[in-house]
């Protein structure tokens, strides 16, 4: 009998190494795939979590209740110096929440007098983290919204206070959001009393540096970050941070968003500005002219140009 | 009835499905972990060595593809990459299953942090050539660290919570072949 058992083990052994090595070269071949034709394997992949998730919800929440409520339980054991810090903070508080009614009152009657209207547009959808991405080499969650619910590629997502990522990769009922402290984020900002434009670029630790600065003794630790709505990526004026000098004097942000308690996340709907591709389109008077003959091919070479 | 479940591969490879799927769950749990923390261990490639070693039949080459590849594409990785290192490896240690059942377990244990030394480079090197971005190499070699401290305590799981063992000399399956 075991005789038999090694003979056909002999006998199977090339055939076997064979059938691995066509495994491991199916594999390969989807890597090169996915390195050529990146968006195709993606949308499979979005697909394959889209299907995957949603359905370990059940296993997965009993449990993110559990290690919440410990964590609660640990912070009961100093609940006095929480106290105490909370007053300190309330009263703190009550001074900002003062000058922020002055301030809200004043802009009230500064739009009044402007007649500005701002965009009726910009609304949103909130959804519940389903999942975090799993691996220390990427900061991503995924959310419970998705195709279904509208949600498109590239909308700004914030939590209560600060922005928080972008979308990226949409499925049927859910999305994923790419933080800004991923290692493949890049988003334009501008720091508020300076008005200096710069990237924030994340690179996988919790504060993210502060790229392309071209005036970096006009920033100084604190001042507020925003994004600046440059390149169309995000809309204007989204709080994103504070900025601060690490210990190897590098500019970074802390963001404004609680990352270490992401739960509710809200997509804004932002819709694509007009692009403006003609420029002699722009200047015309009031009752308006036919546009050249040959304006729409100005407009094809203006518009990348511009 | 425990010793037939156990003593089939079927339920075996199906113990091994449950527990990649028990710590994929575990990683996607959303607790807001901070970027720039220690990375876990890659508990999966260490229980796919100790099993291999062990016992190669109760998890085949297309088992931990299939387990790898989901991994892959669940976690935002480049898909196969990861898995073709993980099976060539796996593969690896297959063919030194028998010998390794005369070695001390400090010998094994050399040569699975050798195979996860060897499968780390060979990733960063195809990533590279693909003009990939590289994760922080202080992070992976932190990563495969853990690993490698975290294969005896999976051994030893694997041992006190299944009772998965390497096969004594002459002990005999469930139809009296010799393993």
Known sequence: MARDRSAQQNFGRPVRRILVGLLVFLLVALFLLWRIDSPRVERLRVALVDRFVPGMDWAMRPVTRMVGMVEHFQSYARVYEQNQELRR???QMK????????????????????????????????????ADSGSPFRQSVLLNVGERDGIRDGWATMDGLGLVGRISGVGRTTS???LLTDANSRVPVSIQPSGQRAILAGDNTPLPPLEFLEKADLVRPGDRVVSSGDGGVFPADLLVGQVVQGPDRRLRVIPAADYQRLEFL????????????????????????????????????????? | MVDAVRSA???????????VLATLVVRLLPLGRAAGGWPAPDLVLCLTCAWV?????????????????????????????????????????RDRASFSRELTFMAEWMMVAVVMLAMLAGYRLATALAFLPQQGLGMALAQVAGSILAYPVVVGASRLLFGLRKPATGEVDAYGRRL
Do not use: C
Request: hydrophobic share 50%; no cysteine; aromatic share 6%.
């Open chain 1, 89 to 91: 903070e309330l009263q």
């Open chain 1, 95 to 130: 001074a900002w929440r003062e000058a922020a009614l002055q301030l809200e009152q004043e802009n009230a009657k500064l739009l009044g007098l402007t007649q500005v209207r701002l965009d009726p547009r910009l609304t949103h959808v909130t959804g519940v983290v389903l």
């Open chain 1, 176 to 178: 994923r959001v790419i």
């Open chain 1, 266 to 306: 809200r997509v804004l709907r932002s819709h694509e500005a007009e692009p403006i591709t003609d420029t002699g389109g722009l200047i015309a008077p009031p009752g308006g002219i036919a546009p050249p003959p040959d304006a729409a091919v100005d407009g094809s070479g203006g518009g990348s140009d511009g």
């Open chain 2, 9 to 19: 591969p079927w339920g075996w490879r199906a113990l091994f499905v449950a527990v």
């Open chain 2, 53 to 93: 070693l062990r016992r190669p039949d109760y998890v085949p080459a297309l088992l931990i593809a299939a387990m790898v590849l989901l991994e892959d594409l669940l976690l935002m990785r480049p898909p196969g990459l990861w898995t073709a290192f993980v099976l060539l490896g796996s593969e690896f240690l």
